[in-house]
């Protein structure tokens, strides 16, 4: 079992969540053949929303991958996004900046956005366990 970090804005998110699906890095396939069943994903949301929204920067949900399947859904003419099956669970949104010290994956912690960029990627078990506490209801 792996631990991962989706960052996707929350209005994405929370279609996620409703659809019990998740993308990463604008519907490429590449890293969604990474996830494997069981394994956990945290999802921090820098914004509100994808297009002019509000800083936010939150974890703003989290869930297991539930089959390791990986497929497409034709969303708009010309965009067909690579998606897996996510089984959620309530959560509390939770501002990411009281975590950041103890946070092992972030090393720089004056420019600790900058690993958040780099879209969905592997954290270790121990700052899973970090966020799930801080997270779950």
């Not at 699906?21 to 053949?33: D, E, S, Y």
């Not at 010290?101 to 090393?107: G, H, R, W, Y």
């Not at 420019?111 to 592997?122: D, V």
Request: charged letters at 25%; glycine letters at 8%; a neutral charge.
């Amino acid at each position: 079992m792996k631990y991962w970090i989706n960052t996707i804005s929350r209005d994405h998110v929370m279609r996620g969540v409703a659809g019990g699906f998740t993308q990463a890095n604008h519907g490429k396939p590449h890293v969604l053949k990474r996830l494997q069943k069981d394994d956990w994903i945290v999802f921090y949301s820098p914004k509100t929303s994808y297009e002019g929204g509000e800083p936010l920067q939150a974890f703003t949900a989290i869930g297991q991958v539930k089959d390791d399947e990986l497929y497409q859904v034709e969303m708009a003419p010309g965009f067909v996004p690579w998606r897996r099956n996510v089984e959620f669970y309530d959560c509390t949104e939770t501002p990411i900046k009281p975590l950041i010290e103890d946070l092992s994956f972030i090393k720089d912690k004056t420019h600790w956005g900058y690993k958040f960029r780099f879209g969905l990627f592997e954290i270790p078990k121990a700052d899973f366990d970090i966020i799930y506490k801080a997270v779950i209801l």
